[in-house]
């Protein structure tokens, strides 16, 4: 099983920018898709995710409001929208695949089964 994610960049804070995660497993609506990041020195955090089509998303309080996850099972493919780029949004985002997780284990890392290789966001001032 294989993620794919691109879509990262250079951009300034205060721009908006999308990223797109591409997975065959994304047909199977029992999927639960979520981005998760890495910024240098920490560890890896949860930022969005969402468990099937139609559902409520989650988000981490950080960028509630500012990003938008969604998913088109159609197209493999899951997005992540981000307006209002903050400096610290700067990371590399991952993309996760899990199997039939319940609500409180969507931000929980040791729950996903497959991630992508990762893509670089870098806000500069």
């Known amino acids: 099983v294989q993620l794919q994610a691109f879509g990262g960049g250079l951009v300034q804070a205060g721009d908006s920018l999308r990223i797109s995660c591409v997975s065959s497993?994304?047909?199977?609506?029992?999927?639960?898709v979520s981005w998760f990041r890495q910024a240098p020195g920490k560890e890896r955090e949860f930022v969005a995710g969402i468990r099937r089509s139609g559902t409520t998303p989650l988000y981490a309080d950080s960028v509630k409001g500012r990003f938008t996850i969604s998913r088109d099972n159609a197209k493999n493919t899951a997005y992540l929208q981000m307006n209002s780029l903050k400096l610290e949004d700067t990371a590399v985002y991952y993309c996760?695949?899990?199997?039939?997780?319940?609500?409180?284990?969507?931000?929980?890392?040791?729950?996903?089964?497959?991630w992508g290789q990762g893509t670089l966001v870098t806000v500069s001032s």
């Open positions: 996760a695949a899990g199997y039939n997780l319940i609500l409180s284990s969507v931000r929980d890392r040791g729950r996903y089964r497959y």
């Open positions: 497993e994304f047909t199977n609506n029992q999927v639960t």
